[in-house]
């Protein structure tokens, strides 16, 4: 008798659960089917395969310059043994193809950088591997630095893999797969996001998969879609926080952060981090949404 009921649409089925008359066996079966149906809607998440450098590509070593001043595309290049990082500092410039050092484009704000089908190794550095304005990821391998992937303002992660933060002993790093501490324009779709670091003696380790932090501009217009959220249950506090806190300088009303069909991984201690999947997020700020987000064996995830 569920058959039917079963190849319903995610909405379909959802909605016909909840109607009047229908029993709570039923309606929990009906329930759990859209919770499987919509975390297997991501798969398969981005990894080994389907990021960094494409298999097969036969890479020659960099010559240009480590700094970058002029329009240009690099392509199919290892320029891990010519730069300590790639110096974005003009506008439209394309890394593809390419196992390179961290990039930075923090200089000014009317430069901006496209990274696709790139490795990109950001090393023993104490801030973002990917780090800067107005930047797109598309299918890139992210390791090395305190962060992965530091946001300033206008970016764009799609289809990539942000893992293994730097975080050394003797050191109090807070790691972030991605972060922004302010910034507007921002968008994170289909990712996998994994903060790896453990608690290190000095109290180093994970703050968690994805940070928004009002504490040099507010945060606004962030648009988080259809992420896994990779559970680290003894390093990480929360796997998201949510861009409010009264006690930053511009954490009171972050505005336009639209959470929505995210899956979260439980982990050994069934939370996704040490205390649970998110906080800090404010769901009467103006535009805020929270909706259709998922633990990975089932179930709804809360905002709080």
């Known amino acids: 008798m569920l058959l039917p009921f079963l190849a319903l649409s995610p909405a379909s089925a959802e909605s016909w659960a909840d109607q009047p008359g229908v029993s709570a066996t039923v309606a929990t079966a009906a329930r759990s089917t859209v919770d499987r149906q919509t975390v297997n809607r991501a798969r398969p998440w981005p990894g080994a395969k389907s990021t960094g450098v494409p298999a097969g590509t036969r890479l020659r070593p960099y010559t240009g310059p480590c700094t970058i001043t002029r329009t240009q595309t690099i392509d199919g290049v290892d320029a891990t043994g010519r730069c300590d990082a790639i110096l974005v500092r003009a506008a439209n410039v394309v890394i593809s193809n390419s196992l390179v050092p961290r990039i930075d484009a923090t200089e000014d704000g009317s430069n901006s950088v496209t990274v696709r089908r790139s490795t990109v190794r950001g090393g023993d550095w104490s801030d973002g591997a990917i780090w800067g304005y107005n930047i797109v990821a598309r299918r ?21 893999w942000l893992h293994a933060q730097y975080n050394p002993d003797g050191q109090s790093y807070h790691n972030n797969a991605f972060i922004s501490n302010g910034g507007s324009r921002m968008r994170i779709h289909h990712n996998r996001l994994a903060c790896t670091a453990q608690v290190n003696e000095t109290n180093g380790g994970c703050t968690a998969d994805l940070s928004l932090f009002g504490d040099f501009d507010p945060i606004r217009n962030v648009t988080i ?34 959470v929505k069909d995210n899956v979260f991984q439980r982990g050994a201690n069934r939370k996704c981090g040490v205390w649970g999947p998110v906080t ?13 987000n998922r633990w990975d064996g089932g179930g709804v995830v809360h905002s709080g």
Do not use: M
Not at 280 to 292: A, I, K
């Open 140 to 160: 890139v391998n992210v390791t090395g630095g305190q962060h992965s992937f530091h946001c300033a303002g206008g970016c764009t992660l799609v289809n990539s």
């Open 280 to 292: 800090s997020f404010h769901p009467r700020g103006t535009g805020n949404t929270w909706q259709g």
């Open 225 to 258: 879609t259809n992420n896994l959220f990779v559970a680290n249950p003894t390093g990480i506090s929360y796997c998201l926080y949510g861009g409010y806190d009264p006690n930053k300088p511009y954490g009171e009303d972050p505005t336009g952060i639209v």
